[in-house]
């Protein structure tokens, strides 16, 4: 399944049930950080895209996940290498 999520990013959930997200918008912990954080901004970021993201992935039960080396629930400022490793790991649990 995917989702847009307001305008900033995107969410995947797999046959498996696990979500990972992806967002690239204003506020969020990528080179849009500082973006204006209105409907305006998130889809002027949203359209320009972001050479990183912030990341953040859950499990079937709903439950947020740290992933690799974070040392919270997200995962910020990541190159699309980082997000495909994250989703691949996703899918293969």
């Known amino acids: 399944m995917f989702k847009i999520t307001h305008d900033k990013g995107v969410h995947i959930t797999f046959e498996n049930g696990y979500t990972v997200s992806i967002q690239w ?18 889809r002027e970021c949203g359209s320009k895209g972001s050479d990183t993201s912030v990341c953040a992935a859950w499990c ?9 080396d974070w040392c919270d629930t997200v995962g910020g400022y990541m190159k699309p290498a980082a ?5 691949n790991w996703a899918a293969s649990q």
């Not at 918008?25 to 998130?42: F, K, L, Q, V």
């Not at 079937?60 to 690799?68: R, T, V």
Request: proline share 6%.
């Open 83 to 87: 997000v495909l490793e994250l989703l």
């Open 25 to 42: 918008g204003p506020g969020n912990y990528c080179e849009n950080y500082d973006g204006e954080i209105s409907a305006d901004g998130r």
């Open 60 to 68: 079937p039960n709903g439950k947020m996940l740290q992933y690799g």
